[in-house]
């Protein structure tokens, strides 16, 4: 990684027809218009998205960039991003954040967002737009289906999703682009991206699979990535009978939680996740499979300190969710 430097002739706009493109999305998914956040990393794709929007929209965006905390490079990729948004007089901000025990990715995840969406109040932007693309949607779902996932782990990311925890915007308009193609925008302005030296270690899954993707000459990634927004789709609609059933079937008893059997065991499994986190559980995937079939056969499971068990009364079958009972010692 080196520094950005002055501009220069060589740093002309990206390709007409890329920034069309770009700001084709940003008019559909900001139909308002209004200011935008931009979070870049500082790697090749963020900052693709940075110069794409300096061509389509310049004037009208500001940028984030968030350090974790968690590698000591990444004081320096933030100055980085910094420096660049300097030279081009583009407002940038650095959050930093503090990344709580546990799962490191899905924690650093959430702090994240929360990060950027407290900056895009603060702010009053329209929007926070993240650099994710069509590769990123074909890599992922390909990894999960090799992992067995289910619908959930399957959704690809949305082009646009109210983050209601957070109260913001969240916008992905580069889902369109390849990676080559935001790769030949930085290329052009004569930047050096930031390197993440984990993009090329074949000790991750995801980094095997580009490999794969790369090499072969039949799969389209730009279709598996419309299956993935399918599946995303499919998946926002289970949720939505999901939360509809439980607000019409669910009654509680001081502790208990009492749920009418539904015939369909994609919302019947997450009418039971939903249950035991309510009790203060933490279920898995496999866990919750487990603990429906049992429940099927008429016998109790016991799932994340929650004990399940099917209820037959003259009104229907039921699901009845209770914390497990103390454990006796001595």
């Known amino acids: 990684m080196t520094g950005p430097g002055a501009r220069s002739p060589a740093a002309d706009s990206p390709p007409a027809e890329l920034v069309a493109r770009f700001k084709e999305a940003l008019d559909r998914l900001l139909p308002e218009g209004g200011r935008l956040g931009l979070a870049v990393s500082g790697g090749p794709d963020s900052m693709a998205m940075l110069l794409l929007a300096e061509a389509a929209i310049p004037g009208r965006f500001e940028v984030a960039t968030v350090d974790h905390g968690l590698r000591p490079e990444a004081e320096g990729e933030c100055a980085f991003v910094a420096q660049v948004c300097d030279v081009r007089e583009i407002p940038c901000r650095v959050l930093r954040v503090a990344v709580a025990s546990g ?21 009053s932007l329209g929007a926070i737009a993240t650099a994710h693309h069509v590769d990123d949607q074909a890599e992922t779902l390909l990894m999960r289906l090799n992992r067995g996932s289910g619908l959930a782990g399957l959704a690809g990311v949305r082009e646009a999703y109210w983050a209601e925890h957070y109260l913001a915007l969240i916008i992905r308009p580069l889902l369109s682009f390849r990676r080559a193609e935001l790769a030949s925008v930085v290329e052009a302005a004569g930047l050096d991206a930031v390197c993440d030296p984990s993009n090329d270690d074949e000790r991750f899954d995801r980094v095997r699979i580009r490999r794969r993707l790369a090499d072969s000459d039949w799969l389209e990634p730009r279709s598996i990535a419309q299956s993935a927004l399918n599946l995303a789709e499919a998946n926002e609609a289970i949720d939505y009978v999901t939360s509809s059933f439980w607000d019409q079937e669910t009654s509680r008893d001081g502790d208990a939680i009492r749920i ?34 049992r429940v099927a056969l008429k016998r109790k499971a016991n799932l994340a300190g929650v004990v399940v068990q099917l209820e037959l009364s003259d009104s229907g079958p039921f699901l009845l969710f209770r914390p497990e009972p103390p454990r006796r010692t001595g």
């Open 260 to 293: 009418r059997l539904h015939p369909a065991r994609a919302i019947r499994m997450r009418l039971i996740e939903r249950a035991i986190r309510e009790l203060g559980g933490e279920p898995r995937g496999s866990d919750i499979s487990r603990a429906d079939s």
């Open 103 to 123: 799962n490191v990715q899905k924690q650093a995840r959430v702090a994240r967002y929360a990060a950027l969406t407290d900056w895009g109040v603060e702010r």
